[in-house]
């Protein structure tokens, strides 16, 4: 089976810096990825690592160690349209995708 | 514009009576999903299909049955709605299994009673 665990809530200040952390347990492990969701809403990608290393998106970053089943989203200089939730997903060669149980980040003025 | 179409955007229906919710996407791909999410939870895979007529249970299949005869169509079907099922559903595509990022429909709130 395949699980992954991320911290429930999170929560910063307005321009500061945010990590939100996952570990994953996968077998035909593929890819990390990581969603946005406001309210309710349609999920959104905001970024993908197949390989070790930081990949930069604007104000997001997001990261992955292999080695370590571990990766982690980076928001930087955070606006209140940030505020939202945050998963990270894994999908294997088969297909299959699992979702972590998403992270609420609340951005503060 | 490329997108994922579902529909209905609400449902509310009664225990037992046959209900079909419908994904579409103008986008060629390959892979289409189904999923559940419930409050506080996650994204739960329901079925996923990576072609025509390729189709796979996810983590929580039971209750549900899907097609895929055409690539840009596939139906989510409840033969018995129950309770339990109550919840919101989302469907995504991508161009292929693996890697590409998933493109979600808009959801479908669906109630039983």
């Known amino acids: 089976g395949q699980s992954l665990e991320q911290p429930s809530e999170v929560t910063a200040v307005e321009g500061a810096i945010v990590q939100i952390n996952c570990t994953y347990q996968t077998s035909g492990f593929y890819g990390l990825s990581w969603y946005q969701q406001h309210d309710g809403g349609a999920p959104t990608f905001l970024s993908y690592n197949a390989l070790d290393g930081l990949e930069e998106t604007g104000r997001f970053s997001s990261f992955l160690s292999r080695s370590d089943s571990y990766g982690y989203l980076l928001l930087q200089e955070l606006q209140m349209k940030d505020s939202a939730s945050y998963f990270c997903?894994?999908?294997?060669?088969?297909?299959?995708?699992?979702f972590g149980d998403g992270t609420t980040l609340t951005v503060k003025p | 514009e490329a997108q994922v179409t579902q529909n209905p955007r609400y449902l509310i229906t009664v225990t037992g009576k046959k209900l079909t919710v419908t994904c579409s996407q103008n986008?060629?791909?390959?892979?289409m999903s189904w999923y559940r999410q419930d409050p506080g939870l996650g994204l739960r895979q329901i079925y996923y299909?990576?072609?025509?007529?390729?189709?796979d249970k996810g983590d929580v299949p039971e209750g549900y049955k899907v097609s895929r005869k055409e690539k840009r169509n596939f139906p989510l079907i409840l033969e018995s709605p129950s309770p339990n099922q109550t919840s919101l559903y989302f469907c995504?595509?991508?161009?292929?299994?693996?890697?590409?990022?998933?493109?979600f429909g808009n959801g479908t709130r669906l109630t039983v009673t």
């Open positions: 995504a595509s991508s161009s292929t299994r693996t890697g590409s990022p998933l493109h």
């Open positions: 299909s990576m072609n025509v007529e390729v189709t």
């Open positions: 997903a894994v999908r294997t060669l088969a297909g299959k995708s699992t």
């Open positions: 986008m060629n791909h390959e892979y």
